[in-house]
Structure formats: structure tokens, C-alpha cells
């Protein structure tokens, strides 16, 4: 997900995002000076929680929540969070304000995300800081538009440090492509693909790499692993607990 910060020097609305290298940073707009510094904070506190609410319906989608989407299932739910992206440019030009002493709040994180950075924007007042961050916002949506297609690059790149509960495909089979170039340390397995398609395919490889051990050394495809750490030590439950669930359990890779 995007933080975003206020650089005080220059009053600058920053963005700063993982890239599985490290961080990158960019400038969004910078505060009008009628704007109180204060006011900034909101703001950036806002829009940080509204990317994370973003986020979340990519790394938690309705197609992994294993139900049917009826309604107020898990699934319903995940699905209602990524149908309010539609939801989120009104929103943030037309916010839900106070009234009465009350104010409406919406249950789907997405849109009242969405609200709480119109309600932030409406404070300031500025139409230029507004069409900014706007801007801003619909280019963190497209990102995540782009990482749900397993196209890892540009400002999509930061799900490469994001757990996903499903697998893309896509990925799996970038994964893949880099263990076939160097099957024992391929830096871009930790840059170019999200962590969830690399463990994915490694498990694929563990089997692939245990079964033809097994097969040369006259062993139990499960008992390699601890027969290799006599050899040269290395670490034994996890890989050892994969081959069983993929052996004995009769377990897919893409098993959770």
C-alpha cells in the first residue's frame, strides 16, 4: 500500500511506496498556503488509510474467501469492498459531511475511505488540491487494477511485498520462468513477483527437485529433505511439512 506524508520544508503532499528493493517516493501536490499544516496531516493520514482499504481487495479477493457470495458472507463482503472503487471519485469530490450533529458512515471501508478524504479535502477547500489528489487517488486505483492482471511494474510493482490470498496465474508462471533461469537464488523472485505466486511455484520445484532425489537415492520422496541436512544442514520442518501435504494430504501447491 501507498504512505503518504507531508514534507513541512516545502508543504509537498508526498507518496511513498515498496518496490521489494526498497522504498520510492513521489510528490502528489503540494498544500495551499491558507492551509494549515495541521490540516495536511488529516489529510495524509486519510489517504493512507484509503490505500490500505484498496489494497486489501487485492491481497484478500472475494475468489479466495471460499464461499458463494451470498449475502453477508466473507465473500459478498471482499466483493462489495472492490465494487465501491466506482464509488470512490464522487465520493472524494462530494463527501458525506456532518449534519446535525451527525454524519453518515458506510460500512464498506473502500468508500467511507473514500469520504474521509473528501472530508479532509472540503476542510482545506482548495479546487487545484483537490483535482490533485484525485489524480492521485485514480492512479493508486489503476495501480491495483494492473497488479490484479499480475502485471507487477510501474507503481503496481508494490505487490511484490503484499501477501495475496490467491495465486495469480499470471505470476505463478513468471515465477516459474525465473527458477528456470536460476532455480537457487534469482534476486527477482523477491522484486518482480508477489510473494504468494513465488511460494507457489517454489512448492512446485520442492516436489519436482524431492521426487527426483528420492528416485536416484531410494527414499521416501518426504524423507530428503532430512536426508540433505545430514549432508550440508539447511532448514527441514517447512519443506519437509510441503512435500507431505503435497504427498500424503494429496495437497495442491496453491492449497492454503
Not at 157 to 171: F, H, I, K, M, Y
Given at each position: 500500500m501507498t504512505r503518504y506524508a507531508i514534507e513541512e520544508q516545502r508543504r509537498a503532499v508526498v507518496a511513498v511506496w515498496a518496490t521489494g528493493d526498497g522504498d520510492t517516493a513521489a510528490v502528489v501536490t503540494?498544500?495551499?498556503?491558507?492551509?494549515?499544516?495541521?490540516?495536511?496531516?488529516?489529510?495524509?493520514?486519510?489517504?493512507?488509510?484509503?490505500?490500505?482499504a484498496l489494497w486489501r481487495t487485492y491481497t484478500h479477493p472475494a475468489s479466495a474467501a471460499g464461499d458463494d457470495l451470498e449475502d453477508n458472507s466473507e465473500g459478498w463482503r471482499r466483493q462489495s469492498?472492490?465494487?465501491?472503487?466506482?464509488?470512490?471519485p464522487a465520493a472524494l469530490t462530494a463527501p458525506n459531511l456532518p449534519a446535525d450533529g451527525m454524519i453518515v458512515q458506510s460500512y464498506v471501508a473502500v468508500e467511507e475511505g473514500a469520504h474521509r478524504v473528501?472530508?479532509?479535502?472540503?476542510?482545506?477547500?482548495?479546487?487545484?488540491?483537490?483535482k490533485a489528489v484525485a489524480e492521485e487517488v485514480g492512479a493508486e486505483i489503476a495501480a491495483i487494477e494492473q497488479a490484479e492482471?499480475?502485471?507487477?511494474?510501474?507503481?503496481a510493482?508494490?505487490?511484490?511485498?503484499?501477501?495475496?490470498?490467491?495465486?495469480?496465474?499470471?505470476?505463478v508462471a513468471e515465477a516459474d520462468?525465473?527458477?528456470r533461469e536460476d532455480p537457487l537464488r534469482h534476486d527477482d523472485l523477491f522484486t518482480a513477483v508477489d510473494p504468494t505466486a513465488a511460494?507457489?511455484?517454489?512448492?512446485?520445484?520442492?516436489?519436482?527437485?524431492?521426487?527426483?532425489?528420492?528416485?536416484?537415492?531410494?527414499?521416501?520422496?518426504?524423507?530428503?529433505?532430512?536426508?540433505?541436512?545430514d549432508i550440508e544442514a539447511l532448514p527441514v520442518a517447512t519443506p519437509t511439512i510441503v512435500l507431505e501435504m503435497m504427498t500424503e494430504d494429496d495437497a495442491s501447491p496453491y492449497d492454503r
Open positions: 503540494t498544500l495551499p498556503p491558507s492551509a494549515p499544516i495541521d490540516a495536511g496531516y488529516v489529510l495524509v493520514a486519510a489517504l493512507t488509510g484509503l490505500s490500505g469492498e472492490r465494487d465501491a472503487f466506482a464509488d470512490v473528501g472530508r479532509a479535502l472540503h476542510a482545506i477547500g482548495d479546487a487545484a488540491l483537490t492482471l499480475g502485471i507487477l511494474a510501474g507503481r510493482r508494490q505487490a511484490v511485498v503484499l501477501t495475496r490470498a490467491d495465486a495469480s496465474p499470471v505470476q520462468r525465473l527458477l511460494a507457489v511455484a517454489a512448492a512446485h520445484w520442492l516436489l519436482a527437485a524431492a521426487t527426483v532425489a528420492a528416485e536416484a537415492a531410494g527414499r521416501d520422496v518426504v524423507e530428503v529433505i532430512a536426508e540433505a541436512d
